[in-house]
Every structure is written in structure tokens, then in C-alpha cells.
């Protein structure tokens, strides 16, 4: 299965509308990743607290489908996937009661953190990324045997 995160959404995730701020849905997308690595072992504290490597974001989108209101039951599942040897990208799917109300990507590439100079991903990444995926792969055939 891809990894799901579950969230409520508060009142300081909306706008003056009384729906979540745009922005606020990659920050919830981001709360997702970091859930992720904490369960595969991955010390957070380590990972984001003056790393030698770090993992920045070069490219982000959200498609909004429907609106999220304060007390939302959100569940967040996330696939990550290796796309060359020094970056990754994670696809979000944001569903209400079984209802995708988002979609999101987010794009990682490695740096060196001292040189911000690009580098291979490290292994302990590697491994968070073949493990997701290989679980999402594993839900989607599973999924698709239940259609037939």
C-alpha cells in the first residue's frame, strides 16, 4: 500500500473563505513526507537538523479538485519515486471520505549541503524510495485483480 497519513484540517488551514489556503496544502503534503521517513526509520531530527545532505524542493503543483473545510478528515497517501540518480518526486493523493479533493507533486533533488553542488542520492533515501514504491506497486496490482 502507499504510504497514508491522516490529518484533520484546522481553522488556521483556511482562508478568509473558510476553505484551506492554497499554500497550506503543500505544507500539509510536506507533513506527509516527513511521516514517511520517521517510518522508515529515518531519524528526522538527523534528516532536517544541519545535514551534510540536503533534499530541496525544485518544483512543486497542486491541482485543487474540491474544497477542504476545518474539521476535514484528510488522508494523505504518498508514492515516491527515484527519477535520476540525484532527485525524486512524490505524488500526493488528498481524499475527504473517499472523495480526491487534491492532487500534488513535489520534486526533490540531492545536494551537497556545504557546496550546493548536486550529488547521488544516499542510500537510506534509496532505500525509502524502493520500499514506497514497491509497496504502492503491490496495492495498485492488488487493486487491479479486485476490478476483474
Not at 532536517?48 to 503543483?61: C, E, K, L, R, Y
Not at 551537497?112 to 534509496?126: A, H, M
Amino acid at each position: 500500500m502507499p504510504f497514508t497519513y491522516n490529518r484533520t484540517v484546522r481553522f488556521h488551514d483556511t482562508d478568509a473563505a473558510g476553505v484551506v489556503y492554497f499554500a497550506n496544502v503543500l505544507g500539509i503534503c510536506h507533513e506527509a513526507y516527513e511521516e514517511s521517513l520517521e517510518a522508515s526509520s529515518i531519524n528526522l531530527k538527523v534528516f532536517f537538523t544541519h545535514p551534510s545532505v540536503g533534499f530541496p524542493i525544485v518544483h512543486a503543483s497542486v491541482d485543487f479538485l474540491r474544497p477542504m473545510f476545518v474539521g476535514d478528515k484528510l488522508l494523505i497517501s504518498l508514492i515516491p519515486q527515484k527519477i535520476g540518480v540525484d532527485k525524486f518526486e512524490i505524488t500526493y493523493g488528498i481524499t475527504v471520505a473517499e472523495v480526491v479533493v487534491a492532487k500534488a507533486i513535489t520534486r526533490h533533488v540531492c545536494i551537497d549541503v556545504s557546496s550546493r553542488s548536486k550529488q547521488e542520492l544516499p542510500d537510506e533515501i534509496i532505500q525509502w524510495l524502493e520500499t514506497n514504491h514497491r509497496d504502492a506497486e503491490g496495492a495498485e496490482r492488488r487493486r487491479s485483480r479486485e476490478i476483474m
